[in-house]
């Protein structure tokens, strides 16, 4: 029988103040309570606003990338303010601050992107030099690699602001997770769901991480009955992948690991940001495998792109920030 924690000493879990980092958090509370048979008022949530989330008007690979929707909230888990942090993983930059681990994942929602209009149904009923909405540089990438035609324009902010620059006109579609809509019980928002086959979704895409000190092992053990093996899995061979590439440059990264049994599947891919070229590939192999995979298949894109390809896309190593995903 577990003595800790209690609704005199709850356990504090930190997350953005959105309303989908919010259902991301209550979840994963709802989880552990279920699992250990504890109270709500076992529990409280600590709503952190990040840099990225007080910065709206500029892009974020302009203002240093999404490690901006993180670093508030790794600085309170340090400074133990509060217990664990819940994220969702696409947006969580390869390493953690010293201290710091995530070894708990819960199991993975539709990883697909969600096409979101008032007045079209798919991509390809898109018109000619239609107008779309993305802060993703990945999305933006992989809809002029296919779409060279369309333009472009900066779209950040929750669901419900990006639904009102929608019907405002900013722009005539724009993309969202299914993930994210469906745990926000919203996924009538869309349009309809794209297929990998069509445009491979953010790494980790659909995964809840949640992050805790390294040496908190009454943390560990909590979250230990939570934590989902077949996300875990993917996530680690998707996340193995972009650790490669983290360190050798800066472009629009897309890639999904799936199982069938102990068999896992990966794909991935890097653009050139303006969408004009593409490189792509896959492993297959035992799950217990995926991030050698991972990493092997980031070698092999690396050695595909041409020179002039690492010229244009820079090194990210040398601003110190991680890919914008």
């Given at each position: 029988m577990i003595d800790w924690?209690n ?5 504090k879990?930190?997350?953005?103040g959105?309303p989908?980092?919010?259902?991301q ?8 309570m279920?699992a250990h048979?504890?109270?709500?008022n076992?529990?409280e949530?600590?709503a952190?606003?990040?840099t ?6 500029q892009s ?11 670093r508030e909230?790794e600085d309170?888990l ?7 942090a ?6 969580m930059p390869?390493?953690q601050?010293?201290?710091l681990i995530?070894?708990?994942y ?7 992107d969600a ?7 798919t ?5 000619q030099?239609?107008?779309v909405g ?5 999305r933006r990438?992989q ?5 060279p035609?369309?333009h ?6 929750n ?5 009102r620059?929608l019907t405002?006109g900013?722009?005539?579609?724009t993309?969202l997770?299914?993930?994210?809509l469906n ?6 928002l869309a349009?309809?769901a794209?297929d990998?086959?069509?445009m491979?979704?953010a790494?980790?895409?659909g995964a809840?991480g949640?992050e805790?000190?390294?040496?908190d ?5 909590l979250?230990s ?7 875990t899995?993917?996530v ?7 650790g490669r590439l ?6 629009p990264i897309?890639g999904l690991?799936e199982?069938d049994?102990e ?5 991935g891919e890097?653009?050139?940001p ?6 792509d590939?896959?492993?297959r ?5 995926g991030p050698?995979?991972?990493?092997d298949?980031?070698e092999?894109?690396l050695a595909?792109?041409?020179d002039d390809?690492?010229?244009l896309?820079g090194?990210?190593a040398?601003?110190?920030s991680?890919?914008?995903?």
């Amino acid at each position: 029988m577990i003595d800790w924690p209690n609704s005199e000493n709850t356990l504090k879990i930190g997350t953005r103040g959105s309303p989908l980092a919010l259902a991301q958090a209550y979840e994963t509370r709802d989880r552990l309570m279920q699992a250990h048979g504890l109270a709500e008022n076992s529990f409280e949530i600590v709503a952190i606003k990040t840099t990225g989330d007080r910065i709206q008007n500029q892009s974020l690979q302009s203002i240093g990338g999404k490690g901006l929707f993180t670093r508030e909230i790794e600085d309170a888990l340090l400074d133990r303010r509060i217990d664990i942090a819940v994220h969702s993983m696409k947006d969580m930059p390869v390493l953690q601050p010293d201290g710091l681990i995530i070894d708990c994942y819960l199991p993975r929602e539709d990883v697909r992107d969600a096409f979101v209009s008032h007045d079209f149904a798919t991509i390809a009923d898109l018109p000619q030099g239609a107008v779309v909405g993305s802060s993703s540089l990945r999305r933006r990438s992989q809809l002029l690699y296919r779409r060279p035609d369309l333009h472009m324009v900066e779209f950040r902010g929750n669901v419900q602001t990006r639904m009102r620059k929608l019907t405002d006109g900013v722009a005539q579609a724009t993309f969202l997770a299914m993930a994210g809509l469906n745990r926000l019980g919203q996924p009538e928002l869309a349009q309809s769901a794209i297929d990998p086959e069509e445009m491979l979704p953010a790494l980790a895409q659909g995964a809840i991480g949640v992050e805790r000190r390294r040496d908190d092992e009454r943390v560990a053990s909590l979250l230990s009955a939570i934590t989902d093996a077949d996300t875990t899995a993917r996530v680690e061979a998707e996340r193995a992948f972009l650790g490669r590439l983290d360190g050798s440059c800066e472009t629009p990264i897309a890639g999904l690991a799936e199982l069938d049994g102990e068999h896992l599947w990966l794909r991935g891919e890097i653009l050139l940001p303006d969408g004009s070229r593409r490189f792509d590939g896959e492993r297959r192999g035992n799950r217990a495998d995926g991030p050698a995979m991972g990493r092997d298949l980031a070698e092999e894109l690396l050695a595909k792109a041409p020179d002039d390809f690492h010229d244009l896309i820079g090194v990210s190593a040398m601003r110190g920030s991680p890919p914008v995903r």
